[in-house]
């Protein structure tokens, strides 16, 4: 029965028969088989859409996540969408040929403060430390959660005892809060959805104070103050830092950070 080979490939074979001596071993050629082209892609700023093209495959799969491609990724077959900076790696695949080499590109995305974001609502950070934080960009969600208490278990206080203040800690804050919490304002923002994104976070006091479109209130912020209270942030006037007691309800606005 013939088998398809998809790379060059040497192949050895010995014949097997009962009750008979086995045959020597038959060693071919190296057999040679025709590589896939490299995909290559097309980037379109203006729309932020990206073609890949591999004339030669007959099918050409794609990752959006940094991983490697497989024949089990997805397919593409239009030109792809991005809101924000995106790595994509494809490869291309055809029927007795071997698989293409792995082509990559960036796709970037850039904004500024005050611009709409991919999830809808406002961005407000752009980090000068991105390449190593490996976050560019905080974005508000677009509306405001009910208000809420920080943080409880069994309708008590949590103290949690590991979070910061600065900007860039309220991803780290939410989730410390989270494994000790049952329920409160971080897990209110962990389980949200906006724009299709779901990762998104209660923002640390600094974070909050860099937020300057919110309405008239006082908001928790990720930053634990001590034993029985927490950071927030007074928004009815210019934005003043504050300390709340924990199980007070006050009003919550999600955070995600994205390249």
Request: charged residues 15%; aromatic residues 8%; contains cysteine.
């Amino acid at each position: 029965m013939p088998f398809p080979i998809t790379e060059t490939t040497q192949v050895k074979a010995i014949a097997l028969r009962e009750g008979a001596v086995d045959s020597p071993i038959f060693t071919s050629e190296s057999l040679v088989v025709e590589r896939v082209t490299t995909p290559t892609f097309v980037e379109d700023e203006t729309s932020h859409t990206v073609q890949i093209s591999c004339p030669e495959a007959e099918t050409i799969y794609y990752t959006l996540d940094g991983s490697t491609p497989t024949a089990a990724s997805a397919v593409y077959t239009t030109a792809l969408s991005f809101a924000q900076t995106t790595p994509i790696k494809a490869i291309g695949m055809a029927m007795g040929k071997a698989t293409s080499l792995l082509g990559s590109t960036t796709c970037t995305v850039s904004y500024s403060v005050g611009d709409t974001g991919p999830a809808g609502g406002l961005v407000f950070w752009v980090n000068p430390a991105a390449a190593v934080d490996g976050w560019t960009y905080l974005e508000a969600a677009p509306t405001e959660t009910e208000s809420y208490a920080w943080a409880l278990a069994d309708s008590l206080p949590v103290v949690v005892g590991d979070t910061h203040t600065e900007v860039g800690t309220g991803d780290a804050n939410t989730l410390s809060i989270t494994h000790d919490a049952t329920e409160g304002a971080a897990h209110l923002c962990l389980d949200k959805e906006f724009g299709g994104y779901e990762d998104w976070f209660l923002p640390s006091r600094d974070e909050l104070l860099a937020m300057t479109d919110l309405t008239e209130g006082v908001y928790w912020s990720s930053s634990e103050a001590n034993s029985t209270a927490a950071y927030a942030v007074d928004f009815s006037d210019s934005p003043v830092s504050t300390i709340a007691v924990k199980t007070q309800a006050h009003k919550v606005r999600a955070v995600r950070a994205f390249l």
